[in-house]
């Protein structure tokens, strides 16, 4: 019988401070503001043709899948910019999607660029898909893909 009082007890106990646990969920809300922040930054450098901007923003092990499907590492693509080979004249984002997942994001938005690329105009309507993860508390850009938006 005092077992069954004891363990009444301390079921009651427990059940008393239920109320004082909380299930503590991630707050990604400051997440999601920082990483857009550092996207809206990161379109800006890119109007602006400013690779040394863009270094601050890119892991060390970026890639980036241009529109014609290349594979460019980091120093190509911030390359690209020095050389003015790719000279943007204009770089506008629109319908921003930032989703956080932990450690990671994944960022999705259309981008309408004016430019050019070598000697050819650049395709002026493009998704762009952005992943980043957080290392030391600081989000980087580990990879991008942009495809051309094509419409008939």
């Known amino acids: 019988m ?4 004891v363990l009444l007890g301390c079921t009651w ?10 299930h503590r969920t991630p707050d990604t809300h400051g ?18 043709n400013d690779a040394d901007t863009l270094d601050r923003y890119l892991a060390p092990d970026f890639t980036f899948v241009n529109p014609n499907g290349l594979l460019v ?3 190509q693509f911030l390359a690209n910019f020095r050389s003015g080979r ?5 770089y506008k984002v629109d319908e921003m999607r930032v989703r956080i997942y932990g450690a990671a994001a994944v960022v999705t938005y259309r981008s309408t660029v004016a430019g050019t690329a070598g000697v050819q105009d650049r395709a002026p309507v493009r998704r762009r ?3 980043l ?5 600081a989000w980087l850009i580990v990879a991008q893909q942009s495809t051309p938006v094509v419409t008939r």
């Open 86 to 90: 790719l000279l943007n004249t204009s």
């Open 133 to 137: 993860i957080k290392r030391d508390g």
């Open 13 to 22: 106990a427990l059940l008393g401070c239920g109320s004082l646990i909380r």
């Open 2 to 5: 005092r077992k069954i009082a």
């Open 129 to 131: 898909t952005t992943m």
């Open 73 to 75: 590492t980091k120093e």
């Open 31 to 48: 997440d999601e503001d920082t990483v857009r922040h550092l996207e809206e930054t990161v379109a800006a450098a890119t109007e602006r």
